[in-house]
C-alpha cells in the first residue's frame, strides 16, 4: 500500500465559503498533482506541482490554487465554493522521471451546499 | 483533443469466462497509457503501463496505434477481478505529467 494520505475525509460547506484539503506525499516523491472526480466521472486533472512550483494546469478557475511544501505535504484551496464544486477530491504524487508513476491517496470527498 | 473513451459503463460476466473491457484514445502524439483499478473501499492503484508490456493479475492490453485503442483483457475472470477500471492517457501537451482518465468501467464477476 503507498503511503500517499489527504485529511480532512468528509468536509462540508455552504456555497462562498472557502476550503483547504491537504495531501502528504509519498516518502521521496518531487511531484504532487490533484484531481477532481464527480460522481460518475473519472478523475479530472487540476494541476500539478513540481519541486514546489505549479507544472502544469486543467482547465481550472483561478479560485483553484495549490501549494507544495517541503518534506512531501501540500494543499488544495479553493475560494468562492459553487454547487457543482461538490465532488472526491485525489492527490496523487510520483518521482518524476521517464517510468514516473502516480500514486493516488484516499481522496477527500467535499459537498457544497 | 486529448480523450479518453470507455465506451461500457458496466460489464457483467460469469467467473471463468473473458473479460475486455474497452478504451479508445485521441491524442497527436506517441501516448503512453494506462489501467487503474478501483477495488471497493480502496484507492485508485496503477493496474498496468503499456510500455511495461507485463501482464498483472492474469491481465493485459496492448496498444493498437492503427485503431486508437488500449484495450484490457483477461482470458478468465475471478470474483475477484470485480472492480472499477479506469483507462489513463499521459498527457504531455501541456507541462508536467498529467494524467487523462476515461469515465470507467465497473467490471462485475458472478460465480
Known amino acids: 500500500e503507498t503511503g500517499v494520505t489527504q485529511s480532512p475525509t468528509h468536509l462540508i460547506k455552504t456555497r462562498g465559503q472557502q476550503v483547504t484539503l491537504r495531501c502528504s506525499s509519498q516518502s521521496g516523491h518531487n511531484t504532487v498533482s490533484w484531481y477532481q472526480q464527480a460522481l460518475g466521472q473519472g478523475p479530472q486533472f487540476i494541476f500539478q506541482?513540481?519541486?514546489?512550483?505549479?507544472?502544469g494546469r486543467g482547465n481550472f478557475p483561478p479560485r483553484f490554487s495549490g501549494l507544495q511544501f517541503p518534506k512531501y505535504s501540500s494543499e488544495l484551496n479553493v475560494n468562492a465554493l459553487e454547487l457543482d464544486d461538490s465532488a472526491l477530491y485525489l492527490c496523487?504524487?510520483?518521482?518524476?522521471?521517464?517510468?514516473?508513476?502516480?500514486?493516488f491517496g484516499p481522496g477527500t470527498r467535499l459537498l457544497v451546499l | 483533443a486529448q480523450r479518453v473513451t470507455q465506451p461500457e459503463k458496466l460489464l457483467s460476466v460469469f467467473k471463468g469466462a473473458p473479460v475486455e473491457l474497452k478504451c479508445n484514445y485521441s491524442y497527436s502524439g506517441s501516448p503512453e497509457l494506462f489501467w487503474y483499478v478501483q477495488y471497493s473501499r480502496q484507492r485508485l492503484q496503477l493496474l498496468l503501463r503499456?510500455?511495461s508490456r507485463e501482464s498483472i493479475k492474469g491481465f493485459t492490453a496492448d496498444l493498437n496505434k492503427g485503431e486508437t485503442s488500449f484495450h484490457l483483457k483477461k482470458p478468465f475472470a475471478q470474483e475477484e477481478d470485480s472492480a472499477m477500471y479506469y483507462c489513463a492517457l499521459k498527457n504531455d501537451n501541456q507541462a508536467g505529467t498529467a494524467l487523462i482518465f476515461g469515465k470507467g468501467t465497473t467490471l462485475s464477476v458472478s460465480s
Open positions: 503499456h510500455i
Open positions: 496523487a504524487s510520483s518521482l518524476r522521471g521517464p517510468s514516473e508513476t502516480q500514486y
Open positions: 506541482y513540481y519541486r514546489e512550483e505549479e507544472n
